[in-house]
């Protein structure tokens, strides 16, 4: 119960503090147009980076995946106009953070070299959806990685032909999506966009947590059925040790994403 009760009391914290995180960064104009003095962005910078030791201090104390599911399972609202009576009411959310592949995994850029276990993983993803060329859709992946333009396959380096287009890594949906246009082109394959891209893959986190991963990908990895409970991560590094070892899978990883709403549409996301 007394466990129960702190992790109660580090989600109001959390909850607070994300308000006022929120307040910070809407005003951050304000304090540009209205600033004289460079003491006042110092004082700014100050705020936020304790706000973001109180964070992460707090976050230090969920210990176990049991408690990251409570935080999980339990947006709240919180009176923002306690603060400030513009801000008016939010929602906020706690969301798993590091629960999908990341994508730049696939390349190590300072060996300059692809790893092939990673590369075997995202061409089980991508047969599990029937895409029809997943070596030359993993070649497009791995020509954006490097920074070279030499190409793996025909019409993989997708900067030949775009020459604006991100090169060196991988940052975002927008440029993700790009290459799926792309790799849609030029084989007519349309069976790549049945692929939940957002829902699977990452661009950020250096791992995955286990517990929280989509049901989809336990699917395909490891041969979960949805819905399964009380699976042993110890006997799945046994037998899944490459895999695991490839994607830098842990049992959990206590890294959130606090994401805070008015009134149906998201307002900022924030990640812990």
Known sequence: MNKAFALFITLAIVAAISVAIYINLK??????????????????????????????????????KDSLDLLYSMPFDVNGSNVDKNIGSFSISFVPFCNKINLNLLYNAEKKKENKQVEKVIREILEAFSVEYPGFFIDILLDTLDQDSLERSADSEVLLKYPDFLNGHIYNYEQLKFMVDYYATITEDKNIYSVPFQDLFGFQCDGVGFYFMNPVLKKILFNIEPGAKDVDFASLQKDFNETITALNMQEYLPIVMIDITKNGHSEAKIVY
Request: proline share 0%; aromatic share 8%; no cysteine.
């Open 27 to 64: 005003n951050i104009d304000n304090y540009s147009k209205k600033v004289e003095k460079e003491i006042d962005f110092i004082q700014f910078n100050k705020n936020i980076l304790d706000i973001e030791k109180i964070i992460k201090g707090a976050l230090d104390k969920v210990e176990d």
